[in-house]
């Protein structure tokens, strides 16, 4: 997609006068805008992000702005950073702009995510060998539904993330049939139905994610993932499939429009360096989905107590 | 062959064409594979030829594109400032001065106890963040689909073409065009407000086009007499004799854009009220995405009544009245200002909206095993058999037994008996059909041959409104055929086939019970409005709960929005027979049921027929939406193109979706004619 190179060219030109005098800070009169995406853990790192560009003198904006849609405005310079990437499941238009030199890959931010097959504690009376991943096997007519007959239902992710449950079904050789979901909406109601009714339920999910404590959801011990697993079909217990592991660990990194660096030289420099752990966004996360409180201020009072995990990398980028 | 033919009634022959084809692709497929599946390899790769021509495009008017968006900025700043800022009491005001001014005390009530219940909700900033976007996009669609009226009035040989846009602007899903609208305009909520202008401007459009062509012959000469230019005749005569009709698209257009509010949400660069809706389905919180779908329904409601006051004569209500009503808000505002709480601090409602949430959860919990078995039913013996055919469908551990080759040709026998039968007693074209529908439910819809969906179409569009018709149905299918999309299509006419039809006998019975009960309908009546208007996201979620991700949810979710027009449709069909007519009847001695079959339900056949369209046309539209529970047809090809930016992907399945709207529209609709002509109306 080759697109906007000239307007792309031109704003970052722009940004080049601007930056004349306060070559540390850049243009700290224009705000920063970090685009706030559709689940509460990205509303968290974004606020963490903006705190700390906010304590080094910057201002701030927070957008909404769809995660599969935001690609061609961060490349145009309307939105500047998204702070939480999943790379398991990012659109082909951020690979397509990131090779034009139009956004930028910003590091990672160290969230350590998990994936997998996973299921409501209540399930595991239903298939009494769980959480290893072999019980699956007999299980799988516990699991079986009028759409899935004989088989077993894995309720997949949607299909604009990819297939990542009808990969590991056939790579393992389950009996399942992996249903797409058709939103992440339909995922937590199928989370919800299964826990209310006590009814079995197979699931690809993820976390840092407040579902996994509200509704107690177990993961299935599948064998180690490895990128062996994914190229070599003799790797893992079924010797002529490749997929017949968990899945890696997935790489959640931040990213931004190509010109910040120009533009704000601090700002790029915080940005490149902040992280955030699983620790301290899933709490953070529960009091805003599950006590109702507002993300101000929570992250305010997470901001103010825990000043160790973010001030040396506003220091070290603006002193 | 064709001796024989000629004597036959269109209908007969057309059902004869479409049985014989039935059979070749039959008794041949199995040798001949590609009687059955379209060769991959004669498609043309649509998609990608698309996707380049549109960026290509997309590319050259894209600096255009950029400085309508940046200009558009300024007034959606402008009125999100006027909107947000203005304080909430002076806000209650102003529309219930508008209200009084426009219906007197029943109008200025409706608008306090509405946005007193949108204050209530919690969600006033973002409600006001939405009106600005509809006083944005309203204007411009109003402008714009005056134009497109004008201009099909001015140059008749344009009519044709444009009602032909104006249909593909309206069949055409509005997710299918978001991409190339967000490579064009950008992004934020700029793209949302053309997004919504795009799908208002079309009910403009139609009801200027009514007016003009009803405006008297004799005004426009009175018009062309006194002298002036055609556009003093066109600006000074004819638009204010239609002004009434117009006002009737001004309303049209207004709830057109406040139904889109939700879909412009999915972009996102905007807290309104849609992208709430969204974040609380994505939570799976019933109650609070039904009190903010709730309030986009007040705002409908609010803005149809007052809207359509406008299309109405109207007394005049004491404009000093008005004045101390905005005084009035004005003073007390200044006054409690200082510690009146802030709109979005309020949030009274909260707690039912829990309530409910709690509600639906007891209920799932109550009845888990209940609705399963309902689900079950309706998979095992209806829609898996419609959709892959009694030969793949029936199964020992769905029916009990095995379907076998014998048994399929048992049930040809036997169809082939009754349709034989029903040709001797001289219903020719009733017995093919029998014969035609027994082959369709054995092979599933999914699994049709293309020779014989090509030829039924044709065929019904031969009988339906002759040659051109059939030829249109048939060219317009061969093109998805083309362009790859068979399969995918197949999936989609199934999934919306079988709501069309569920709806069409419930519906159908609704609105005869509404119709036959002034008591019935005064139940049918709210919930009708109601599903028209919230956003139907919203009932995904209990959907979803019920019957979990799949084909049955799906197809809930479908009906409980195609329904709406049939039953409607139904029952004023039914209850607008002529009186004469039903004093003839009651004359002749006609029980009450006779009246109902034999006078009331031909004479309203038409309008019947014209439910039914719309039912079709509102089913294709809620597959986009269904998509999101997990279906597998046209609308998931749109959101994955969505997701991945693909314009061609897009533009492709969303052309395919209109194509089999726009073919089953005019079938319909040749149908509804034939009968009209008939009935001599």
């Known amino acids: 997609m080759s697109m906007l190179r000239t307007t792309v060219a031109g704003l970052a030109l722009a940004a080049g006068v601007g930056m004349a005098q306060a070559a540390e800070m850049g243009a700290v009169d224009e705000p920063i805008k970090l685009a706030i995406n559709e689940w509460t853990g990205q509303h968290v790192s974004t606020h963490v992000a903006g705190e700390m560009l906010k304590a080094a003198g910057y201002k701030v904006e927070y957008v909404t702005a769809g995660y599969m849609n935001m690609w061609q405005a961060m490349a145009d310079g309307e939105v500047h950073a998204a702070i939480e990437v999943w790379s398991s499941n990012v659109s082909d238009q951020f690979g397509a702009l990131e090779a034009d030199g139009k956004v930028a890959d910003l590091g990672d931010l160290e969230l350590a995510a998990k994936e997998g097959f996973a299921y409501p504690a209540h399930v595991a009376k239903l298939c009494p060998g769980l959480p290893a991943w072999e019980a699956l096997k007999a299980c799988a007519p516990v699991f079986a539904t009028a759409e899935t007959l004989p088989m077993g239902r894995l309720v997949d992710y949607p299909a604009d993330w990819g297939t990542p449950g009808a990969d590991r079904a056939t790579g393992l050789e389950l009996p399942f049939k992996a249903v797409p979901a058709g939103s992440e909406g339909a995922l937590i109601a199928e989370l919800r139905a299964s826990t209310e009714k006590q009814s079995p339920l197979l699931i690809v999910f993820w976390q840092p994610h407040w579902a996994m404590s509200a509704y107690d959801v177990q993961w299935v011990e599948l064998p180690q993932g490895e990128a062996a697993c994914y190229e070599d079909a003799a790797w893992g217990p079924n010797p002529n499939a490749v997929n017949d592991c968990d899945f890696i660990p997935t790489r959640i990194f931040k990213t931004g429009w190509s010109g910040i660096a120009d533009k704000w030289p601090a700002a790029h420099e915080i940005l490149s360096n902040m992280t955030l752990s699983v620790e301290a966004q899933q709490p ?31 220091d070290a980028a603006t002193q | 062959m064709k001796s024989t033919l000629t004597g036959l009634s269109p209908g007969a022959r057309a059902a004869l064409i479409a049985l014989t084809v039935g059979a070749l692709c039959l008794a041949f497929g199995p040798r001949i594979p590609w009687l059955l599946e379209w060769p991959s390899s004669l498609t043309v790769p649509a998609t990608d030829w698309i996707g380049a021509g549109l ?32 304080p909430w009491p002076l806000m209650i005001g102003v529309v219930m001065a508008t209200g ?27 409600s006001m963040n939405t009106l600005a976007l509809v006083a944005v996009s309203v204007p411009l669609a109003l402008i714009a689909g005056l134009a497109i009226g004008i201009l099909a009035n001015e140059v008749p040989s344009m009519k044709r073409a444009v009602q032909v846009v104006l249909d593909v602007m309206q069949t055409v899903p509005t997710f299918a065009y978001l ?24 009910p403009m459009a139609r009801n200027v086009i009514l007016g003009l062509e009803r405006v008297e012959p004799e005004i426009k000469e009175a018009a062309i007499m006194s002298g002036g230019a055609r556009w003093q005749q066109l600006f000074l005569v004819e638009i204010p004799t239609a002004a009434t009709q117009i006002m009737v698209g001004v309303n049209q257009c207004l709830m057109a854009a406040l139904s889109m509010v939700i879909i412009a949400a999915v972009i996102g660069g905007f807290e309104d009220i849609g992208w709430e809706v969204l974040l609380t389905m994505r939570k799976a919180q019933f109650g609070q995405a039904l009190l903010a779908g709730l309030v986009i329904v007040v705002f409908a409601i609010v803005i149809d009544r007052m809207s359509g006051a406008l299309a109405t004569e109207r007394r005049r209500h004491d404009r000093r009245v008005t004045w101390a009503i905005l005084g009035l808000t004005m003073l007390v505002t200044l006054v409690t200002w200082s510690w009146l709480p802030e709109a979005g601090q309020i949030s009274l409602l909260a707690p039912v909206a829990d309530g409910v949430d709690a509600g639906l959860s007891e209920f799932t919990k109550a009845n888990g095993a209940a609705l399963d078995s309902v689900k079950n039913g309706a998979m095992f013996y209806l829609l898996l058999p419609l959709r892959i055919g009694l030969d793949e469908a029936v199964l020992p551990f769905t029916w009990g037994f095995q379907w076998t080759a014998n048994m399929s040709l048992i049930f040809f026998a036997l169809s082939l008996v009754i349709g034989i039968a029903f040709s001797f007693s001289g219903r020719l074209t009733a017995g093919a059909m029998v014969v035609v529908f027994a082959g369709m439910i054995e092979t599933g819809i999914a699994n049709l041959p293309w020779p014989f969906v090509l030829a039924g179409a044709g065929a019904l569009g031969w009988v339906a ?16 055929l083309l362009s790859g999309l068979w399969d995918r299509s197949m999936l989609s006419l199934y999934l919306s086939g079988a709501a069309v039809f569920a709806c069409a006998v419930v519906g159908g019975l609704l609105g005869l019970s509404a119709a036959v009960s002034p008591m019935a309908w005064r139940v049918l009546r709210p919930v009708c409005d109601m599903l028209q208007t919230i956003p139907l996201f919203v009932f995904l979620i209990p959907v979803l709960m019920f019957f979990q991700i799949g084909e049955f949810s799906a197809f809930l979710a479908i009906c409980a929005y195609a329904i709406v027009p049939m039953i409607r449709y139904t029952r004023h069909g039914l209850v607008t027979t002529p009186p004469e007519l039903l004093e003839a009847a009651v004359a002749s001695g006609a029980t009450p049921w006779q009246i109902m079959w034999e006078v009331r339900a031909p004479y309203a056949a038409p309008t019947i027929l014209l439910g039914l369209n719309q039912t079709i046309l509102y089913a294709f539209a809620m597959l986009v939406i269904a998509a999101l529970i997990g279906t597998t047809g046209l609308g998931q090809s749109i959101y994955l193109a969505l997701s991945e930016a693909d314009v061609g992907l897009g533009i492709a399945a969303g052309a395919a979706m209109a194509i089999l709207a726009l073919v089953a529209d005019r079938l319909v609709q040749g149908f509804a004619e034939e009968r009209r002509a008939a009935l001599g109306l």
């Open chain 2, 465 to 480: 409104g002759g040659r051109r018709l059939a030829a249109f149905a048939m060219g317009a299918l061969a093109l998805i």
């Open chain 2, 55 to 86: 960026t290509w495009f997309i590319e050259g008017i894209k600096p255009a594109a950029r400085v309508l968006s940046a200009a558009l900025a300024y007034p959606m700043g402008w009125a999100n400032v006027l909107f947000v800022s203005t």
């Open chain 2, 100 to 126: 009084w001014h426009l219906g007197g005390w029943s109008m200025a009530a409706l608008g306090l106890a509405g946005l007193s219940f949108v204050l209530a909700s919690g969600y006033w900033v973002e």
């Open chain 2, 179 to 202: 991409t190339p609208l967000l490579l064009l305009f950008g992004f934020g909520p700029v793209v949302g407000l053309i997004a919504s202008a795009i799908y208002a401007a079309p």
């Open chain 1, 284 to 314: 953070m996360m529960g009091a805003i989905d599950v006590d109702g409180k507002a993300i101000e201020d929570v992250v305010g009072a997470w901001m103010a107590e825990n000043e160790a995990a973010w001030k040396p990398v506003v």
